[in-house]
């Protein structure tokens, strides 16, 4: 009988927990140039630069490679705001 007590606040934080994710935070597409060429950053709240991730990067770059691109230039951001 406690289960089902329990139970609508369960499902509460399920149904906000899923409104919460990264994609409830995007910027619009940032880009960043870099000698190796354009990265085409996603950034996210300022407070969240562990999120920004790179989601077109240039030939010859890895993908950790332009994520770090990006996380560096959420933090950049965040100083200037």
């Known amino acids: 009988m406690r289960l089902v007590s329990c139970l609508p606040a369960l499902c509460s934080a ?3 927990s899923g409104c919460a994710g990264p ?3 995007e910027s619009e597409p940032v880009e960043v140039d870099t ?3 354009v990265v085409t950053c ?3 709240l300022p407070e969240e630069v562990a999120w920004d991730e790179a989601v ?3 030939p010859g770059m890895s993908i950790p490679e332009a994520d770090e691109i ?3 230039e959420g933090h950049r951001r ?3 705001g």
């Open 14 to 16: 399920a149904v906000l």
């Open 78 to 80: 965040k100083k200037e």
């Open 70 to 72: 990006c996380r560096i």
């Open 23 to 25: 994609a409830f935070f």
């Open 35 to 37: 000698p190796k060429g």
């Open 56 to 58: 077109l990067a240039p």
């Open 42 to 44: 996603q950034l996210y």
